[in-house]
């Protein structure tokens, strides 16, 4: 039942999506996800990572055969538009493959499964489905934010981030002193994040297959619940970043994207002062901004999808725990790097994942006093600084040594909070049985 309705819910929201991106003339998530059956794929790897999640339903022969059989799917696509002269450059030569076979895996548990296998086989689609609707509906976030939020609030964001000494103008000189290598690396982590999540995710999901069943708790829902929680708050709280709205970032942009009703060299910033020279300290006030470039800041959602990474990895492998270190860091510098987000952004990202997380275990173990306190405390401590962001930005600007350590301690209230209590939450090993003594021979 609980699947069935997640299942509808997700649809409804899907179509709501869809209607919304007509109305700006543009295709919705169903509709993209139905022309990459056919035309070339914008996310060939995010097809086959949601077919990877598909397949933990499997048997190790069963894998074989549905990689192989996309693999063969996708040569014969590839032959097809050589044969044929299609262009390959608007999206990925390798994709079609991975989506035909999990919507023929939805087939087969239809028709030729029963009962549980069934129901396994469908959960296991679902999810991989899943993961692959999860891009397209974010994509069409980003755009309904463009188009609907005409100002911005990047001026209160960045003069609070002097609380913080501007952490996005320092690492940006940093990053730039490094040549094009550093910047190269980081890149490709940054774009790269669903690589570190499904082998995190894999690994959560490596006996579903044997156990036939699913874990109460995983990456994957902790990675869906934070794409759909996120651009809501872009709609309450519109920022572009410091690289857009003090640099020449969205310049850029219009150029990447062939947008007809905004001119490439739209001077949207307030200045070309990103990352050379801090912003100065004044009143801020709301800044229109062009309907193109997306308003997702804030929160920033790959610090908190980095974040989950790094909190599910914990109790893996050493590899694995090392690769979720590495990633969340990684991103970090590169959020930061690259101008696009704030140091205030990051801080309420690691907040929103760690009261995100809390409320999933929460409901999987069951609720109690302990799980509605953290969650609680989170969500307060998240709106607390939403509030500050915006409503006292000039106060923790002029105030750095108070502010900066407070915003800090908030954060870090939170992890302790999680820390403390999930630890709590582990079952504790039993004693062990200690033999009882014999008894001793009575003497006279």
Partial sequence: MLWAATGVAALGFLITLEIAARRYGLPGPITCQVQELILPPKSGFMLYAGLALTMVVLSRRQRFA?????????????????????????????????????????????????????????????????LVAGRKTGDT?????????PTVLDQYVATADHALGSPSWLVGRVLTATGPLGAHALNYVYAQLAVAAVVVALYQLRHVAVERRFPGHHLVRTFMVIGLLGPAIYMIFPVVGPVFAYGTGNAHWASAHLWPETPPSAPWAVADLWPDTPTPVGVPHHMPFDRLTPRNCMPSLHTAWATAIFIHSRKGPRILRFAGTFWLIATLVATLGFGYHYGADLIAGVVFTVTIEAALRSLDRGWDRSGIQLVAYGATVFTALLLSYRYLPMEMAEHPLVFGPLLLLMMTSVIHGYVRTTTQWEPKPAPALQPEPEPQPETA
């Fill in 141 to 149: 976030w980003l755009l309904i934010t463009s188009k609907t939020r």
């Fill in 66 to 130: 549905a990689a192989g059989a996309a693999i063969g799917i996708d040569l014969a696509f590839l032959l097809v538009r050589w044969a044929v002269g299609a262009r390959l450059t608007d999206g990925h030569p390798f994709g079609n493959g991975a989506l035909w076979v999990m919507l023929g895996c939805a087939v087969i548990a239809v028709t030729r499964r029963t009962g549980r296998e069934r129901v396994l086989l469908l959960k296991g689609v679902g999810l991989g489905l899943l």
